[in-house]
């Protein structure tokens, strides 16, 4: 009998997933992290029902630019799911992607879910893993994946700060003997940059521009910071102008960027001070020691750990992996899993 308890574990490859706003990475154990797709699913409405055409990488191409029958939506809002059958669709299309195996082998998921996620929507990540095929559906919270992502000893009596950007929200916590001391979610990201960007050009230069110049916009020139000469590198971006409706190309600069941006980065800041002011004093003695970890593609915006520096005088770093740190974390928690099963949430 012990045997057959054993047989779906042979048959599997047991799979880590950070299910993403802007991306989806997936780990498999002993293989590492195989597929990084941005989380946008495209489907064609026919009679009322949903048919998917296109996930990920393909979808992406189609925001923004979808003639009436077509929609392409992004499942996940604010690190959770929005709309639950679009987002079973895509954990099942990424999972067949990577496990091109037998049908009968069905795989144990552990995904990563933001520290602020309420019951319900914990719920329903573990309901669409499970319908998509897992054998179980484990949860592990994202500061702590963050962390172990980017190599911050955890386990150790001792306190870590990490502050993990990602497109939807911002978790920051602090972090000692392998849990969470405090932490906190805050719905800031790189979403909210792209709309802060699309809001200042539309007040300042009346022009409007989509989600994907945007973002464009945010990872060529993107800045936390006002440059230096007070102008700065600059682009040439092309959107449609309001007075007269007619498609226009002009010009910004790194310092209209940071002007834009300086609300959700503020705000960041923000976050990760009220952390400071509510950690126990001996844990805030190790962070100006150890300094804070930024992790996240929210951490590759221009300057943002010198912003953070000014404004809490420790010591900021950036992890090398910063935009896998959460999928790399969740797959050592995988492969990990006895020394780590505290941190993960197999029940609720």
């Given amino acids: 009998m012990a045997l057959f308890d054993k047989m779906p574990g042979l048959f599997s490859s047991d799979m880590a997933i950070d299910l993403g706003t802007a991306n989806t990475l997936v780990y498999v154990k002993g293989r590492g992290i195989v597929l990084s797709e941005p989380s946008?699913?495209?489907?064609?409405?026919?009679?009322?029902?949903?048919?998917?055409?296109?996930v990920g990488e393909d979808a992406k191409l189609m925001l923004g630019r979808t003639p009436g029958s077509i929609e392409a939506i992004r499942p996940m809002r604010d690190g959770v799911i929005a709309d639950f059958d679009v987002a079973e669709e895509m954990i099942k299309h990424f999972i067949r992607k990577v496990h091109k195996r037998s049908t009968f082998s069905k795989p144990k998921i552990i995904v990563?879910?933001?520290?602020g996620a309420t019951?319900?929507?914990k719920r329903a990540i573990r309901q669409s893993v499970l319908s998509a095929g897992a054998r179980r559906a484990g949860l592990i919270a994202e500061p702590i994946a963050a962390a172990i992502g980017a190599g911050m000893p955890i386990?150790?009596?001792t306190g870590n700060m990490v502050v993990d950007i990602g497109g939807g929200t911002t978790e920051?916590?602090?972090l000692s003997l392998g849990d969470i001391v405090y932490a906190r979610s805050v719905r800031v990201g790189g979403d909210r940059m792209d709309e802060a960007i699309i809001n200042y050009l539309r007040r300042q230069q009346n022009l409007l521009v989509g989600e994907s110049t945007a973002e464009r916009i945010k990872t060529s020139i993107g800045t936390a910071r006002m440059p230096d000469d007070g102008r700065g590198?600059?682009?040439?971006?092309?959107?449609?102008?309001l007075l007269n409706g007619v498609p226009?190309?002009?010009?910004?600069?790194?310092?209209?960027?940071a002007e834009a941006l300086a609300e959700p980065v503020q705000q960041i800041c923000e976050a990760v001070m009220t952390a400071l002011e509510a950690t126990p004093p001996d844990l805030a003695a190790d962070i100006v020691d150890r300094g804070v970890m930024l992790t996240g593609g929210g951490a590759l915006l221009g300057e943002l750990d010198l912003a953070l520096r000014e404004q809490t005088g420790l010591a900021v770093s950036i992890a090398d992996e910063s935009l896998n740190c959460v999928a790399l974390g969740t797959g050592?928690?995988?492969e990990y899993e006895k020394q780590l099963r505290h941190a993960i949430d197999y029940d609720s």
């Fill in 332 to 334: 050592k928690a995988l």
């Fill in 172 to 174: 920051v916590a602090v």
């Fill in 112 to 115: 990563c879910v933001p520290h």
């Fill in 233 to 241: 590198q600059s682009m040439m971006i092309r959107g449609r102008d």
């Fill in 40 to 54: 946008v699913v495209a489907y064609h409405i026919k009679d009322g029902v949903k048919k998917v055409l296109a």
């Fill in 248 to 257: 226009k190309e002009t010009e910004i600069s790194q310092a209209q960027v």
């Fill in 119 to 121: 019951p319900v929507e």
């Fill in 155 to 157: 386990t150790d009596p």
